[in-house]
């Protein structure tokens, strides 16, 4: 067994309690709107990005997505309000 079949081997058996039926606590999320941070100005191709992976999340979660165009010092105060967004769940950054 190679290094990265032996690696591949560890992760699955580390992850094997997740895939367990977790359909409970999936049913709830999401509970309200997911608002996706994109670091670059509207209309560019991040923004274009950004819009089509919300509406397909949209479509699939069942919950609207906006997007949210925090421009400003290179991307790094949409990193910012992204790190400091409580961690849960509802706020990604792109």
Do not use: C, W
């Amino acid at each position: 067994m190679n290094r990265s079949s032996f690696r591949l081997a560890v992760a699955f058996f580390a992850l094997l309690p997740a895939l367990q039926d977790t359909s409970a606590a999936a049913q709830t999320y999401p509970e309200h709107v997911i608002r996706l941070i994109v670091p670059f100005p509207p209309g560019g191709g991040n923004d274009t990005l950004g819009r089509l992976v919300a509406q397909r999340l949209s479509t699939r979660l069942g919950q609207q997505v906006i997007v949210d165009n925090r421009v400003g010092a290179g991307g790094n105060l949409g990193t910012e309000l992204a790190a400091r967004a409580k961690p849960d769940g509802y706020t990604l950054r792109s």
